[in-house]
């Protein structure tokens, strides 16, 4: 695991939690993810709804924020950051980066071990 | 039989175990939290938040075996697809009433709201307890749950029962939930990504008498649309369509659309190559 550096590239949405404020009120970056097809963007609750009398009696007095998952899928359309009336989305597209091949786990070589114990290793 | 069943089965399923439906085991030491925390306030935090944690959960996603690895340790909550036979039987185990909430999944990525999460009642007060806000929620009983889960059959929702962390007292089963892998954030985990343990394969996989199937429905296969898992493999010269047992996961839904009742669930254990494909 210790030479385990490399990350599939993929865009990464800036959020603005500030900006956003409470997200259940709006969620236009989420209605418009859904459609380009994608469906990345979603929204969950900041911090737990307290329990008991103080419970919030409506999904909308629960302080949400958006959240994104499975970035990998995204194809950096920019739909969402256009439909965000507060300005709290910035696409970051990802750097340019070596190939996997390159990169990941030259050390490891497969060997073969025969019927008799003895190894084989293919390349050396 | 995976290893659930091997601890937690006492001799069957674990989901068919009425020991894990008492009452003692939501209650008890080690459960309590857990059960407490998925039926009620905190479920969305963690259910979704593992969601909007997964891109940096997964920063190589060409070796989800790595990730598949570390997870087979997490224990605090998982599941398992069941066909409508199984699904009948486990609502004869549990306590009436039963509670339809809302689907988490669903509504949190800005989908149609849907009634599809069915708490069993131990866990389901908890839920109405400390959820005010889910208004829509419905109460059912025996029999309204059996004609429920026979409309998600129908209607081609999987079956999927869901635990509440596993102890050496027992592993206490607190919903079923019923999804598709389009929408539902384990089966996106296990089938995207391929965690193992957010979603295990069912005791079953589907099988098809291609003699039957040349006869029905042709050129267009109607159990295809419903195979969430891309499972079948549809032959357009023979017109007969081949269920790949390795992709299967013994969810049993293609069987209602088949017009010729081409379809069978077999064990899953019938299958030599499968006994540790879960």
Redesign the interface.
């Known amino acids: 695991m210790e030479d385990y550096s490399y990350s599939v590239p993929r865009p990464v949405i800036d959020y603005n939690a500030e900006a956003c404020g409470n997200a259940v009120l709006c969620l236009k970056c989420v209605k418009a993810c859904m459609d380009t097809g994608h469906n990345l963007i979603g929204f969950m609750n900041t911090n737990d709804p307290p329990v008991g009398e103080n419970a919030p009696k409506r999904l909308e007095d629960i302080h949400h924020m958006i959240i994104f998952s499975g970035m990998i899928n995204c194809p950096g359309c920019g739909k969402c950051i256009d439909a965000c009336p507060k300005k709290a989305l910035t696409l970051v597209m990802p750097e340019p980066r070596e190939h996997a091949s390159k990169l990941q786990r030259s050390d490891i070589v497969f060997c073969v071990t025969n019927r008799d114990g003895s190894v084989t290793i293919p390349r050396s | 039989m995976c290893k659930y069943c091997a601890e937690y089965g006492n001799g069957t399923k674990w989901y068919l175990n009425p020991q894990n439906y008492r009452d003692e085991l939501y209650r008890a030491e080690g459960h309590e939290n857990t059960v407490r925390m998925l039926g009620?306030?905190?479920k969305?935090?963690f259910e979704?938040?593992a969601?909007?944690q997964?891109?940096i959960m997964i920063?190589?996603?060409?070796?989800s075996d790595?990730l598949s690895m570390a997870l087979e340790n997490m224990t605090a909550h998982g599941g398992q697809i069941v066909p409508l036979e199984d699904a009948l039987k486990i609502i004869d185990l549990c306590q009436e009433p039963f509670v339809l909430m809302h689907c988490a999944c669903r509504r949190?990525?800005?989908?149609s709201d849907v009634l599809r999460c069915l708490f069993f009642w131990p866990v389901a007060n908890t839920a109405i307890?400390?959820?005010?806000?889910?208004k829509d929620t419905r109460l059912l009983t025996r029999e309204e749950a059996r004609e429920f889960e026979r409309e998600c059959d129908r209607t081609g929702f999987l079956h999927s029962i869901w635990h509440a962390g596993v102890n050496s007292d027992g592993i206490p089963a607190i919903v079923m939930c019923h999804c598709t892998s389009t929408d539902c954030i384990p089966t996106?985990f296990r089938v995207?990504y391929g965690i193992m343990n957010s979603q295990r394969k069912g005791e079953y996989v589907c099988s098809v008498d291609p003699n039957e199937c040349k006869r029905g429905c042709k050129d267009v296969p109607l159990c295809m649309k419903r195979c969430n898992f891309g499972a079948m493999r549809y032959n357009p010269v023979d017109r007969v369509l081949y269920i790949d047992p390795q992709a299967c996961f013994g969810c049993g839904l293609c069987r209602a659309a088949c017009p010729k009742g081409a379809i069978r669930l077999m064990d899953r254990s019938e299958f030599p190559a499968l006994v540790d494909n879960w």
């Open positions: 009620g306030a905190q969305n935090t979704v938040g969601m909007g997964v891109d920063p190589d996603t060409n070796y790595i949190y990525f800005g989908r307890k400390e959820r005010p806000w889910e996106k995207s």
